[in-house]
């Protein structure tokens, strides 16, 4: 059964960089769709974006300008990497893996990522 | 852009029925699928239905999915409602470039 969890620094200063890593248990990152979706406080879901074995990514149009998705086979890891946060970017940063229709299972628990200065 | 639309909140005693609703914005949501995902505080969220009305294994009968064309909407309804399904309930669907989640529903079981 695959599990997830993420993990990174929970506070990152505006303008720096947001850097998050999840790490898979029980399959294999090369096999499967894997995407990043964020909480922020008082607000709904977000999708940030998915990649697939390197090859083939997506991202919100909202966010693509900021944000990139890799893999890492040797750990067995999904990363996402963001530029320039705000403090909008205050949210809690979930990875998930990616089925068919654009639905989501499993999903790690979530690391809550702060912007502040 | 493409919206869903929920109620903040639904609230009802135990053993009854809550249903949820998701409206599109635009076009028609019976063009894609939509799916549905349960948040409780300190837990990693779960899928409790997908593609429009199918239960993952291990998501009791209890959870139902629907698609309303005439509405332009897709239901969640939970039967015999239980003091564990107080949770936050999110729709979910997708266009050709974009994923997207509905505001959330805070059920709360009375």
């Known amino acids: 059964q695959v599990q997830l969890q993420e993990s990174g620094p929970g506070l990152v200063k505006p303008s720096e960089t947001l850097s998050l890593t999840c790490t898979v248990s029980?399959?294999?990152?090369?096999?499967?769709?894997w995407s990043w979706v964020r909480k922020s406080p008082g607000k709904g879901l977000e999708w940030i974006g998915y990649i697939f074995n390197s090859v083939s990514s997506s991202y919100n149009p909202s966010l693509k300008s900021r944000v990139s998705i890799s893999i890492d086979p040797s750990r067995n890891q999904v990363s996402l990497r963001m530029t320039s946060v705000t403090a909008a970017d205050t949210a809690v940063y979930y990875c998930?893996?990616?089925?068919?229709?654009?639905?989501?299972?499993?999903w790690g628990q979530g690391t809550l990522v702060t912007v502040s200065s | 852009n493409f919206m869903l639309t929920q109620p903040h909140s639904v609230s009802e005693s135990p053993g009854k029925t809550v249903s949820i609703s998701c409206t599109g914005s635009s076009g028609s949501i019976a063009n894609n699928y939509v799916h549905w995902y349960q948040l409780r505080p300190g837990r990693a969220p779960t899928i409790v239905i997908y593609d429009d009305n199918q239960r993952p294994s291990g998501i009791p009968d209890r959870f139902s999915g629907s698609i309303d064309s005439s509405s332009n909407s897709a239901s969640l309804t939970i039967s015999g409602l239980q003091t564990e399904d107080e949770a936050d309930y999110y729709c979910q669907s997708y266009d050709s470039e974009n994923v997207i989640f509905g505001g959330g529903t805070k059920v709360t079981v009375l």
């Open positions: 029980g399959g294999s990152v090369q096999s499967s769709f």
């Open positions: 998930a893996r990616r089925w068919g229709a654009n639905w989501f299972d499993p």
